[in-house]
């Protein structure tokens, strides 16, 4: 064995065991739902270079280089957007592209028709 070589690894798995499968199958259908964390601030959406007139939406969740809005409407993977919020007393713009989205699954988001989109910020 060189330095170069990966450790033989110590455990190994029959993931088709009837343990593990059956363990496994308790997984499916499980989503991840962060929201909650991050203090949700109501904005308004511009879709499109040209958008003159925004439409309300809410902020959900934001990190560097990256927003979360969920919205009572679909916006295509790709199109530009501009997110406007008030934040310490001013308007503050930001210019992004969805870069995926979808509808929500909690009951209550399908019932207001929400969609929920990942905008990465230019």
Partial sequence: ??????????????????D????????????????GVYPCAPCELHVGWGAGVGRH?????EREGVMVV???FAIPKGEHVR???????????????????????????RAQGLHVHWVHMR
């Avoid at 593990?20 to 929201?35: A, F, M, P, V």
């Fill in 1 to 18: 064995m060189s330095r170069y070589d990966k450790p033989p690894s110590g455990n190994s798995v029959d993931w088709n065991h009837p």
């Fill in 20 to 35: 593990i499968q059956l363990l496994l199958s308790k997984t499916e259908g499980w989503n991840l739902d962060n929201r």
């Fill in 57 to 61: 939406a809410t902020l959900i969740y």
């Fill in 70 to 72: 969920e919205a009572n």
């Fill in 83 to 109: 997110v406007d919020r008030t934040q310490g007393g001013a308007m503050r713009s930001i210019w992004g592209i969805v870069m995926d989205g979808r509808e929500g699954f909690r009951a209550e988001d």
